[in-house]
């Protein structure tokens, strides 16, 4: 049972939009929401893995599935969005800080 809430944790922080747009490089989380080609322009620092989260959500669907299939990523990504919105909270110094001195995240240039 043990093992089974590590490897649950560990996988939830490998994909938590906090992570990615915190920890990871700027051109880290930049390109993986390029590769699923979302419409997000730039994710701001406040509040930057909610942000992730929904710009990973507004992307086209994967050729060959359509409207109608329904598939479990969504539900993730929303679970994903609560957990990073608790993380970015924490964060909020630091990120207001970042966004002040960095600015935006750019994805598409």
Not at 44 to 66: H, K, Q
Not at 73 to 82: Q, T
Request: negative net charge; proline residues 4%; glycine residues 6%.
């Amino acid at each position: 049972m043990k093992t089974q809430v590590m490897v649950l944790a560990a996988l939830m922080l490998a994909g938590c939009g906090t992570v990615q747009t915190v920890v990871r490089s700027d051109e880290a989380a930049a390109k993986s929401l390029k590769e699923r080609k979302s419409y997000c322009g730039a994710v701001p620092r406040i509040y930057s893995g909610v942000t992730y989260d929904f710009c990973y959500l507004n992307a086209p669907l994967e050729s060959g599935i359509d409207a109608q299939t329904h598939t479990t990523i969504p539900v993730v990504v929303l679970v994903d969005a609560v957990v990073s919105g608790v993380a970015d909270t924490l964060l909020l110094p630091y990120t207001v800080y970042r966004q002040h001195a960095d600015g935006s995240i750019i994805v598409n240039e």
